[in-house]
């Protein structure tokens, strides 16, 4: 058993208690002193193992020096750090609510979010379904905490051009958000307009870069999922552009 | 009042979509109205998207029998303990509280084209500018000889979710080690084409739980072949070695009657016995498009691909399970889909609001255990005579086991996703 299965409703002790201890480090002191620490947060984690675990989140998160907004908020400084308080990036309502009332993110909470970030946060943004092993976590947080120390950017917020191999013509053009609006109607069936990721993913308040290069990805078969790759199929660089500037002018609920 | 700027017809033109060409039509007085009948996945998403984005330009009616709507997607997922009947049922405050439709909990008997007035079986006349019909599918009993509206009583069919769905699910969870299931599928045209072989899982899933080892599902089908066949042999292989039986016409030599008191399916072959025959007849488009004139001798109701519009009245629109949509397969994702491309031409009719050409798409997950879900799926675009398909994809056999579970997961994340595109949040 792991020390997020213990914690039912991790939500819940934030809510419960956060009148009490409006601190954030206060509060997971008290959590910690009621439940045994979980492997992940007594540090003996391999960073270099990390290193190519992490490679799974770096499509959407970016850390080290210079690390930029993407999909996801980038990871620089994260230890320590508020939940949901990056400027420029657009955070699910629930995850900048649990921050408000105290979530800080340390190895303890970390290895709660990663093991099942939709049980953690219900209502997060994050599309990814856990990791289930704990050594697996451990040593990502590992690389995390090593890497993280690193400063942002000097604006993080900026899209994520540089990074944006393909798709360039797409990247180029200015979106018709209108157009968009009508083509999101496809989209809307299953991914959800409020933003919440209920077993597919959030595409609400992504950089329109970052949105063009994976619909492209699709488009040309770099990623699989038969689904998106067929949707893509017929949509052309005017089509591309209208969605991302879409779905980018939203923000998650 | 609403905008009165010409309608944009450069976009449809471009797309090679051939639209009737109709003026420009506002109310001399008030907003321009349109109505809706059938609160069902296409009927519920057209009044939705058409009140959303035309807001005040547009008065917007929807018209249901039922004050609630239990979906048929996933109602199968119910007969095999997945999911609670509540959780597939819906209702219709949302649309009424956050969207201003007004929604009339009534059944309506007929459309008297010639005044634009759909008629109430209490008599009661709802006027429109613009009419979406969309009342899903009717049941033809006699299809099958034996086969009545009072026997569903004893041989439930369950193709339409609601008591139906109970009820089969009542006789299911009273089936027994040793007894047999039998199923007679459907002709095409029909509902959800690859459900009753879902349907079959489930059941197989359900004695399997209980530790049943000499129970048989015996499906008589009058189609030479069904969707996703591969993967559903493959699958029943897997995880029901032996449970289930399929047969084809060329063995069964057709099927020529059930018989409710006995639970006896006759066919040229053999007689098979059911200690729970679930019997799926024909179908039709729903009572109201043939009463309105909509249908022709398929019994489904012929449409314009570009738009949804009804080849028989201009002021109206077929969408979902009653309309002749091509190649698209009668589904809720596909009803959904129409909709939003009816909703679009229909607010640029009457708030002279942008169309855009149209676009169609559906995909149909399936479950055939425990997080084995598999897909098949496709794109359409309006060609000259049908919607046609433009690009297709079906999961494969021999996929490994976490991608089918990352399908079944996929398809709940599609059902809270789609209903609330139904029915709002």
Not at chain 1, 60 to 73: K, L, M
Not at chain 2, 289 to 317: T, V
Request: glycine residues 10%; negative net charge.
């Amino acid at each position: 058993m792991t020390g997020s299965e213990r914690i039912k409703t991790p939500q819940g002790i934030f809510l419960g208690a956060a009148a009490l201890l409006r601190g954030g480090w206060a509060l997971l002191a008290a959590g910690c002193a009621l439940l045994p620490l979980p492997a992940a947060a007594s540090g003996k984690g391999d960073p270099a193992r990390g290193e190519t675990l992490f490679k799974a989140c770096k499509s959407c998160h970016q850390v080290g020096a210079n690390a930029r907004n993407g999909v996801g908020p980038h990871l620089d400084g994260l230890f320590g750090r508020q939940a949901g308080v990056l400027e420029g990036f657009k955070y699910s309502s629930a995850m900048k609510t649990l921050g408000e009332e105290g979530l800080l993110w340390n190895a303890f909470t970390l290895d709660a979010y990663l093991e099942k970030p939709r049980a953690y946060v219900p209502g997060t943004r994050m599309s990814y379904l856990g990791m289930r092993k704990i050594q697996d976590r451990t040593d990502v947080i590992a690389y995390l905490k090593a890497l993280s120390q690193e400063a942002p950017a000097s604006d993080p917020q900026a899209d994520t051009q540089t990074r944006a191999e393909i798709g360039a013509a797409a990247m180029g053009l200015e979106g018709d958000p209108e157009y968009g609006e009508y083509l999101s109607s496809e989209c809307v069936t299953c991914h959800q307009m409020s933003g919440r990721a209920d077993g597919i993913p959030s595409i609400v308040g992504w950089p329109s870069q970052a949105f063009i290069r994976v619909l492209f990805e699709y488009k040309t078969n770099i990623r699989s999922h038969q689904v998106m790759q067929n949707m893509t199929t017929n949509l052309g660089n005017e089509e591309i552009a209208a969605l991302a500037a879409y779905f980018g002018s939203l923000d998650p609920q | 009042m609403p905008n009165i700027s010409r309608r944009t017809f450069g976009l449809m033109m471009g797309a090679g979509a051939s639209t009737l060409a109709m003026p420009y039509y506002a109310r001399a007085q008030g907003k321009p109205r349109a109505v809706v009948i059938g609160g069902g996945a296409g009927g519920a998403t057209a009044a939705r998207y058409m009140a959303k984005d035309a807001g005040e330009d547009l008065d917007v009616t929807l018209i249901e029998a039922n004050p609630q709507y239990i979906t048929c997607f996933f109602s199968n997922l119910y007969l095999g303990g997945y999911r609670s009947l509540a959780s597939i049922t819906h209702g219709y405050d949302k649309l009424a509280s956050n969207y201003g439709i007004t929604v009339v909990n009534a059944f309506a008997d007929t459309v008297d084209r010639e005044a634009r007035e759909v008629v109430m079986a209490d008599g009661a006349r709802v006027p429109y500018d613009r009419l979406i019909v969309a009342p899903g599918i009717d049941l033809i009993y006699d299809s099958v000889p034996g086969y009545s509206e009072e026997a569903a009583g004893i041989m439930p069919h369950a193709w339409k979710a609601g008591p139906q769905t109970k009820l089969l699910k009542s006789r299911l969870d009273a089936i027994e080690n040793g007894q047999q299931v039998v199923m007679v599928a459907p002709p095409n045209p029909y509902r959800c084409p690859p459900g009753p072989y879902e349907r079959v899982s489930m059941m197989a899933h359900l004695f399997k739980e209980k530790g049943y080892d000499d129970c048989k599902i015996v499906i008589i089908d009058p189609k030479p072949k069904f969707s996703k066949q591969g993967l559903f042999t493959e699958g029943w292989e897997k995880y029901y070695p032996g449970m289930i039986e399929w047969y084809g016409p060329d063995v069964h030599g057709g099927i020529a009657s059930v018989d409710p008191q006995t639970g006896e399916v006759e066919t040229d072959l053999d007689t098979f016995k059911g200690d729970l025959v679930n019997v799926i007849p024909a179908q039709k488009a729903g009572m109201i498009a043939a009463s309105a004139g909509l249908a022709n001798d398929s019994g489904f109701c012929p449409i314009d691909p570009a738009s949804m519009r009804s080849q028989i009245d201009e002021n109206i629109f077929v969408i979902g399970d009653a309309s002749i949509a091509g190649d698209m397969p009668k589904s809720g994702f596909s009803a959904n889909s129409q909709a939003k491309v009816a909703a679009m031409a229909i607010r640029g009719e009457l708030t002279g609001s942008k169309v855009f050409p149209a676009k169609y798409s559906n995909t149909c997950w399936s479950l055939i255990e425990t997080n084995d879900g598999v897909k098949v799926g496709a794109q359409y675009a309006p060609a000259a005579d049908k919607i046609a398909s433009t690009s297709s994809f079906i999961s494969q056999t021999g996929e490994d086991d976490a991608l089918r579970q990352a399908t079944y997961e996929e398809s709940v994340g599609w059902y809270k996703g789609i209903t609330t595109d139904i029915f709002g949040a």
